[in-house]
T-cell receptor
Framework: GAGVSQSPSNKVTEKGKDVELRCDPI?????LYWYRQSLGQGLEFLIY????????KSGLPSDRFSAERTGGSVSTLTIQRTQQEDSAVYLC???????????FGSGTRLTVV | AQTVTQSQPEMSVQEAETVTLSCTYD???????LFWYKQPPSRQMILVIR??????QNATENRFSVNFQKAAKSFSLKISDSQLGDTAMYFC???????????FGQGTRLTINP
């Protein structure tokens, strides 16, 4: 596609429920990244994919968070047993270079009530 | 660990004025990249300008330019002839060469007033 597409744009969920956030990167971009942006904060790295493998998942905050990427394309970030502190904007980016020339999506705003 | 600090949480200037946003960083690496990203209310992060640490010449992109002081670990962004559309959050970011993740500062909320 022309840009990085994320869905849903907004998600409200009850505490304890599982959620899935989707990222559809730019066609041909081999690298895909997930970041989290809490209210009024900068972006926090979560995980990086090269193709379908995740060489760096050091930013995942707990074992309730997991991510996968299939076909070297779409990625899903799953949060199990959501907590209120998981409320944030989750941003996805993709790139084909290693100099940070990312293209970001518009994010998913997750609200846990 | 690398850290990025933006000391100005908010700034406000009049349209057509020049504004400078500050950024400092801490690293022991010699080869790295520095970036300024803009985040409008749409939430999408947009790359404004980037600088390779090995280049002495400051990067420029139209009305946007940087003042890169490697020894001082400082990377400020200057916006000339500011426009209403420049209103946004601005994030300074750092990436070690060969690494695959950006380290972001806390951001500066910039408002351009008519």
């Amino acid at each position: 596609g022309a840009g990085v597409s994320q869905s849903p744009s907004n998600k409200v969920t009850e505490k304890g429920k599982d959620v899935e956030l989707r990222c559809d990167p730019i066609s041909g971009h081999t690298a895909l990244y997930w970041y989290r942006q809490s209210l009024g904060q900068g972006l926090e790295f979560l995980i990086y994919f090269q193709g379908n493998s995740a060489p760096d998942k050091s930013g995942l905050p707990s074992d309730r968070f997991s991510a996968e990427r299939t076909g070297g394309s779409v990625s899903t970030l799953t949060i199990q047993r959501t907590q209120q502190e998981d409320s944030a904007v989750y941003l996805c980016a993709s790139s084909w270079t290693d100099w940070g020339g990312y293209t970001f999506g518009s994010g998913t705003r997750l609200t846990v009530v | 660990a690398q850290t990025v600090t933006q000391s100005q949480p908010e700034m406000s200037v009049q349209e057509a004025e020049t504004v400078t946003l500050s950024c400092t960083y801490d690293t022991s690496e010699n080869n790295y990249y520095l970036f300024w990203y803009k985040q409008p209310p749409s939430r999408q992060m947009i790359l404004v300008i980037r600088q390779e640490a090995y280049k002495q010449q400051n990067a420029t992109e139209n009305r946007f330019s940087v003042n890169f002081q490697k020894a001082a670990k400082s990377f400020s962004l200057k916006i000339s002839d500011s426009q209403l559309g420049d209103t946004a959050m601005y994030f300074c970011a750092f990436m070690t060469q060969g690494a695959q993740k950006l380290v972001f500062g806390q951001g500066t909320r910039l408002t351009i007033n008519p």
